[in-house]
C-alpha cells in the first residue's frame, strides 16, 4: 500500500520561505513521477509542480515558477517543494501526488496516490 505522508507547512510571513517534504512508502521514489497541487479555502485544487519517474524534467504551474523549485532525495525516498517569496496568495492546504504513468504531468486525474495534506499559511 503507498502512503504519503506530508510536513514542513505553517505560518510565514510574506516574502519567507518554507520547505514541504513527502515522505513515501510502499513505492520507490524512482517508480512514480511526483507531484504538488493545493488548494485555498473556497477555490478548486491547482497544480503546483512535478517531477518525473526519472527526475530529469519539471513542470510548474506559472504562478510559482520561478518561485518554488521541486525536488526528490531517492536515498530518503523522499520529494520536496522549496518554497521562496511566498506571498499571501500562496495560501492554501498542500498535497503530494504520486502517478505511476510517471510524466511530470499537471493533471490531477493521472495521480493515483495522495497525501492528506499540509497547511501553508502566508501573512502579509
Known amino acids: 500500500q503507498v502512503q504519503l505522508v506530508e510536513s514542513g507547512g505553517g505560518l510565514v510571513q510574506a516574502g519567507g520561505s518554507l520547505r514541504l517534504a513527502c515522505a513515501v512508502s510502499?513505492?520507490?521514489?524512482?517508480?512514480?513521477?511526483w507531484a504538488w497541487f493545493r488548494q485555498a479555502p473556497g477555490k478548486e485544487r491547482e497544480f503546483v509542480a512535478a517531477i518525473s519517474r526519472d527526475g530529469a524534467i519539471t513542470n510548474y504551474a506559472d504562478s510559482v515558477k520561478g518561485r518554488f523549485i521541486i525536488s526528490r532525495d531517492n536515498a530518503k525516498n523522499q520529494f520536496y517543494l522549496q518554497m521562496n517569496g511566498l506571498n499571501p496568495e500562496d495560501t492554501a492546504w498542500y498535497f503530494c501526488?504520486?502517478?505511476?504513468?510517471?510524466?511530470?504531468?499537471?493533471?490531477?486525474?493521472?495521480?493515483?496516490?495522495w497525501g492528506q495534506g499540509t497547511q501553508v499559511t502566508v501573512s502579509s
Open positions: 501526488a504520486g502517478s505511476p504513468r510517471g510524466v511530470a504531468t499537471n493533471t490531477g486525474l493521472y495521480y493515483s496516490y
Open positions: 510502499g513505492r520507490t521514489i524512482t517508480s512514480n513521477a
